[in-house]
């Protein structure tokens, strides 16, 4: 399952909770207050750098360079 981002306008707090693609839509309950939260799109899904190394460019493939 996939982790996601909340945040409670309520009590203005920031928390993350594991859900089922089928249950995206349903809403969540904060873990202070109770009251609904809603998710928040991360950095990373917005195409956003999360900054260090990984894959870039051309890097972590097997394929000969041409010519």
Same mark, same amino acid.
């Given at each position: ?11 203005d ?8 693609? &089928?249950?995206?839509?349903?809403p969540?309950? =904060?873990?202070? =207050? /109770?009251? !609904?939260?809603?998710?928040?799109? $991360?950095?990373?899904?917005? *195409? /956003? $750098?999360? *900054? *260090? %190394? %990984?894959?870039h /460019? %051309?890097? *972590?493939?097997?394929? &000969?360079? !041409? %010519?």
């Amino acid at each position: 399952m996939p982790l996601y981002d909340f945040h409670c306008a309520h009590c203005d707090k920031d928390f993350e909770e594991f859900k089922m693609l &089928a249950d995206l839509d349903e809403p969540e309950a =904060c873990p202070e =207050c /109770g009251k !609904s939260a809603i998710r928040q799109i $991360s950095a990373a899904a917005l *195409g /956003g $750098s999360l *900054g *260090g %190394g %990984g894959f870039h /460019g %051309g890097e *972590g493939h097997n394929c &000969a360079p !041409s %010519g």
